[in-house]
């Protein structure tokens, strides 16, 4: 079955920290990739996603990921996290055409000012 | 951006009543909408997949006589938990892709369902 494993469940960083959340992907076929952010008491929101082209894709608020089809990964990075970066984060696939994204576990991060 | 809205955004049961929670895409049509579920720090998990004017799809583990969904028209569908326990105690979220979305879901703000 497919499946989106996030490494790390929980990660604390102080403010202007650099930020790498792991995200691994089981599918070998086409695969469409996204990063969502859940800030405290909101919605989900789209922070990127990608599709076809460049593997390194620039998102909103600073992030960025780079997907590297070799490892099956989709890494999320910001080279300085903000306190307001505090939320969970959830990496997710969407393979082949059945429109259907599988989240990770979600990564909760705690930005400290 | 497309935007989606939940009714109500909370509610409270009791157990073995019947809750229905509605999804609309408030500025644009889905032809497809989602129904996600969310247990605290938890991931969301697909329910079902619903196509206007057809029945809906369950993922495997799903009961479709317990989570009724109905996609009666683009902008709305409806998930009815229907004899609620205190197990189906959850988050729930739903999102829409449109025809030109390419994949992107919308997401709604979801709904917290507590049955007592």
């Known amino acids: 079955a497919q499946s989106v494993s996030q490494h790390n469940h929980h990660v604390i960083l102080s403010e202007a920290a650099s930020l790498e959340l792991g995200c691994n992907y089981s599918?070998?076929?086409?695969?469409?990739l996204f990063w969502y952010v859940q800030y405290p008491g909101q919605h989900l929101q789209l922070l990127l996603k990608?599709?076809?082209?460049?593997?390194l894709v620039k998102g909103i608020k600073g992030f960025e990921a780079e997907f590297i089809k070799s490892k099956f990964s989709f890494n999320l990075r910001k080279p300085s996290v903000q306190w307001s970066d505090t939320a969970e984060y959830f990496c997710a696939v969407i393979s082949g055409n059945t429109g259907k994204l599988i989240f990770g576990q979600g990564t909760t991060l705690q930005v400290k000012p | 951006g497309a935007v989606v809205s939940q009714h109500p955004s909370w509610v409270i049961c009791k157990s073995g009543t019947s809750v229905k929670i509605e999804c609309r895409s408030l500025d644009f049509q889905a032809t497809t909408m989602f129904w996600y579920r969310q247990f605290p720090k938890q991931s969301l998990m697909l329910m079902a997949t619903?196509?206007?004017?057809?029945?809906?799809?369950?993922e495997q583990g799903v009961e479709k006589d317990k989570f009724l969904i109905n996609h009666a028209s683009l902008t709305l569908s409806t998930l009815t938990v229907t004899s609620a326990h205190p197990e189906d105690s959850s988050f729930y979220i739903c999102?829409?892709?449109?025809?030109?979305?390419?994949?992107?879901?919308?997401f709604g703000p979801g709904t917290r369902l507590t049955v007592l």
């Open positions: 990608y599709f076809s082209g460049d593997p």
């Open positions: 619903s196509n206007e004017g057809s029945k809906a799809t369950y």
């Open positions: 999102s829409a892709l449109t025809s030109g979305s390419k994949n992107e879901q919308f």
């Open positions: 599918y070998g076929g086409t695969v469409n």
